[in-house]
């Protein structure tokens, strides 16, 4: 495990009441990170546990969640035909295009200032890339920093893709044929955006945006806003922070998940009127989404509490609670297969589970496992991250494709 915002040269004890869990005090780096193992405890079990961080020289102490999480072991693996291709460093999501057929990635590295960036496109065939972009630099700035993408969505109708720049608070348009930019909105249009979504039913295209609650809503056409509105958490005291965002296509209906909330919002795609919200209290740290418009299934995968509740879509009944693996980011629900694909990040795993809450497969998914998505005839693409540059398990896709026999 490892920590960051320390003095350098300052060290770090953790205690779980008065047993030290580090045999040796770290010591932070130049760059004020430290990094270590510690020995976990034979009585504790799957959960947060209270920790004390004691630090010296400076002189500090706070206490801290320690999350103990269960190893799921892999399996399914001989259903599968796996092809993985190393990309470039900080890849983020994936998208596909049909018009195109070609599959356009997000790349960002490092915290702001974001110097290093790119809008990939590949062949979905090959995996390899065919035309990539970096962002235009940040006007007004001079610290080389670039309109960095993270979340990406495509639009066949008008040819285009859609990207937030979460770092820039705003999101941007290339053409599909060319990655060249099509609109790049002014700052502070979208407050830490996440997702984005292309509603051709409305001609819309949605983001949802982590900072204040904030969903915003464009003119796939004109290319501009048409609503820009916050939705309010149930749980008194919070605030909702949309985190991953879905589209029933054929309803029109919007899905997003709260970060610290644990509620689901449905919105209507053309009016952004709040349909439902459903609260489900085992998550924490719902960060995915996925819903199954036929079986009316809805996913939500959980980082914080490691799993993956099933609920009807209509009522909000919990109907499966699955422990997927560490650090679950994301969720993807594949309507050929009828499985619901989970990307685990502390795990480094990609998971299949089907209806009744069955694990039908778990796949190695390299490392830092960050996006799914399939393509609507049972493959799936899978983007991961990666623990630097030299990482030779790190910033990959993956075509997942099951046997046919």
């Not at 495990?1 to 770090?12: E, H, L, R």
């Not at 072991?73 to 092809?83: A, I, K, N, Q």
């Not at 496992?369 to 609507?376: D, E, I, M, R, T």
């Given at each position: 495990?490892?920590?960051?915002?320390?003095?350098?040269?300052?060290?770090?004890t953790l205690l779980r009441g008065e047993t030290v869990l580090n045999a040796q005090p770290w010591t932070a780096d130049a760059e004020g990170r430290v990094r270590g193992?510690?020995?976990?405890?034979?009585?504790?079990?799957?959960?947060?546990?209270?920790?004390?961080?004691?630090?010296?020289?400076?002189?500090?102490?706070?206490?801290?969640?320690?999350?103990?999480?269960?190893?799921?072991?892999?399996?399914?693996?001989?259903?599968?035909?796996?092809?993985?291709?190393?990309?470039?460093?900080?890849?983020?999501?994936?998208?596909?295009?049909?018009?195109s057929n070609a599959l356009f990635v997000t790349a960002a590295v490092g915290r702001p200032p974001v110097t290093q960036s790119e809008l990939l496109k590949l062949d979905?065939?090959?995996?390899?890339?065919?035309?990539?972009?970096?962002?235009?630099?940040?006007?007004?700035?001079?610290?080389?920093?670039?309109?960095?993408?993270?979340?990406?969505?495509?639009?066949?109708?008008?040819?285009?893709?859609?990207?937030?720049?979460?770092?820039?608070?705003?999101?941007?348009?290339?053409?599909?044929?060319?990655?060249?930019?099509?609109?790049?909105?002014?700052?502070?249009?979208?407050?830490?955006?996440?997702?984005?979504?292309?509603?051709?039913?409305?001609?819309?295209?949605?983001?949802?945006?982590?900072?204040?609650?904030?969903?915003?809503?464009?003119?796939?056409?004109?290319?501009?806003?048409?609503?820009?509105?916050?939705?309010?958490?149930?749980?008194?005291?919070?605030?909702?922070?949309?985190?991953?965002?879905?589209?029933?296509?054929?309803?029109?209906?919007l899905y997003s998940v709260g970060l610290s909330t644990g509620e689901v919002v449905v919105l209507d795609g053309a009016t952004g009127a709040v349909n439902n919200m459903?609260?489900?209290?085992?998550?924490?740290?719902?960060?995915?989404?996925?819903?199954?418009?036929?079986?009316?299934?809805?996913?939500?995968?959980?980082?914080?509490?490691?799993?993956?509740?099933?609920?009807?879509?209509?009522?909000?009944?919990?109907?499966?609670?699955?422990?997927?693996?560490?650090?679950?980011?994301?969720?993807?629900?594949?309507?050929?297969?009828?499985?619901?694909?989970?990307?685990?990040?502390?795990?480094?795993?990609?998971?299949?589970?089907?209806?009744?809450?069955?694990?039908?497969?778990?796949?190695?998914?390299?490392?830092?496992?960050?996006?799914?998505?399939?393509?609507?005839?049972?493959?799936?693409?899978?983007?991961?991250?990666?623990?630097?540059?030299?990482?030779?398990?790190?910033?990959?896709?993956?075509?997942?494709?099951?046997?046919?026999?």
């Open positions: 495990m490892g920590g960051q915002g320390f003095k350098p040269g300052q060290t770090v193992t510690v020995q976990i405890p034979a009585d504790a079990v799957t959960g947060r546990h209270p920790v004390i961080l004691r630090a010296a020289n400076p002189d500090a102490a706070t206490v801290i969640d320690l999350k103990i999480s269960e190893e799921v072991p892999l399996s399914g693996t001989d259903r599968y035909d796996v092809v993985a291709n190393k990309l470039a460093q900080g890849l983020y999501q994936v998208a596909r295009s049909e018009a979905p065939q090959t995996l390899e890339i065919t035309a990539r972009v970096t962002p235009a630099q940040v006007e007004g700035q001079t610290d080389g920093r670039v309109y960095a993408v993270y979340g990406v969505a495509v639009d066949d109708a008008n040819g285009n893709v859609w990207v937030t720049n979460t770092r820039d608070d705003t999101v941007a348009v290339y053409r599909q044929s060319d990655l060249s930019l099509v609109k790049q909105f002014d700052k502070g249009v979208l407050p830490h955006g996440r997702d984005v979504v292309v509603d051709t039913k409305d001609n819309r295209v949605w983001a949802s945006g982590f900072g204040g609650g904030k969903f915003v809503a464009f003119d796939a056409t004109t290319l501009e806003v048409v609503q820009d509105l916050t939705v309010e958490s149930k749980v008194r005291g919070e605030e909702f922070g949309p985190m991953a965002l879905t589209l029933d296509r054929a309803a029109g209906k459903f609260r489900f209290p085992s998550i924490n740290g719902g960060i995915g989404v996925a819903i199954d418009p036929e079986g009316r299934r809805l996913y939500v995968a959980a980082q914080g509490s490691d799993n993956l509740v099933i609920a009807n879509a209509d009522t909000g009944e919990v109907l499966h609670d699955v422990y997927v693996g560490a650090g679950a980011v994301y969720v993807a629900f594949d309507p050929h297969s009828k499985l619901a694909y989970v990307a685990s990040r502390g795990a480094g795993t990609i998971t299949a589970v089907d209806a009744n809450g069955n694990i039908v497969a778990n796949l190695e998914g390299g490392t830092f496992p960050n996006h799914v998505l399939p393509a609507g005839d049972g493959t799936v693409f899978a983007i991961n991250k990666s623990r630097g540059a030299d990482d030779a398990d790190g910033d990959q896709i993956r075509r997942i494709t099951p046997k046919t026999n």
